[in-house]
């Protein structure tokens, strides 16, 4: 496994996208290793652009500051059109279905298009679209263990929105399936 793990998520502002990156680097922080997050987003948040870098290592990180990416989760399409270009060769780019109208048309990266907000609804809480983009990752790129996604959760999660955690772990084994059966189906091919 690679000793960093470049990561930029984004989207509008509401869509959990600095949520994404603080659980990672929750997560991260968890497990011992080095993490940098770096938020970025409008002053309206809620309906603007929104976008974080996470950086997980096993080393220290020189600079949180990069523009090249080993994996990119995109939840709009100004996010596609800014970042697909930004994802080094190789790497993995996943989206969110409903919101993106031109997919990418990179073919030297893994893409995997998520429909997480139908997903979402299936639960009745939409606000957990997010993390079913989490499990997904962490499907395709094992960088940390899912029992510490969990409990970064706690951390992260106020108080008062601990009760919402059995639906968060659902959403997470909701991604991974679809991971999982997105591989299937490339193997099948």
Same mark, same amino acid.
């Given at each position: 496994m690679?000793?960093?793990?470049?990561?930029?998520?984004?989207?509008?502002? =509401? !869509?959990? $996208?600095?949520?994404? =990156? !603080?659980? $990672?680097?929750?997560?991260?922080?968890?497990?011992?290793?080095?993490?940098?997050?770096?938020?970025?987003?409008g002053p309206e948040m809620r309906g603007g652009t929104a976008n974080c870098i996470a950086i997980v290592s096993s080393e220290r990180i020189s600079s949180p500051i990069i523009s090249k990416f080993d994996t990119a989760i995109l939840l709009n399409q100004p996010s596609l059109d800014k970042f697909e270009h930004s994802v080094k060769p190789g790497g993995l780019l996943m989206y969110e279905q409903s919101t993106i109208l031109n997919p990418p048309t990179r073919t030297d990266i893994e893409i995997l298009c998520i429909a997480a907000n139908e997903e979402a609804q299936k639960l009745n809480k939409k606000q957990v679209a997010n993390m079913i983009f989490i499990g997904a990752f962490l499907e395709k790129r094992p960088i940390l263990k899912v029992e510490n996604i969990i409990k970064a959760l706690k951390k992260v999660l106020p108080e008062r929105h601990h009760h919402l955690i059995p639906v968060n772990e659902q959403a997470i084994a909701i991604g991974s399936r679809i991971a999982k059966e997105n591989e299937q189906s490339l193997i099948e091919k």
């Open positions: 690679q000793k960093e793990h470049e990561i930029i998520f984004a989207g509008f502002g =509401g !869509q959990g $996208i600095l949520s994404m =990156g !603080q659980i $990672i680097a929750y997560t991260a922080m968890i497990e011992n290793k080095e993490v940098s997050w770096m938020p970025s987003y």
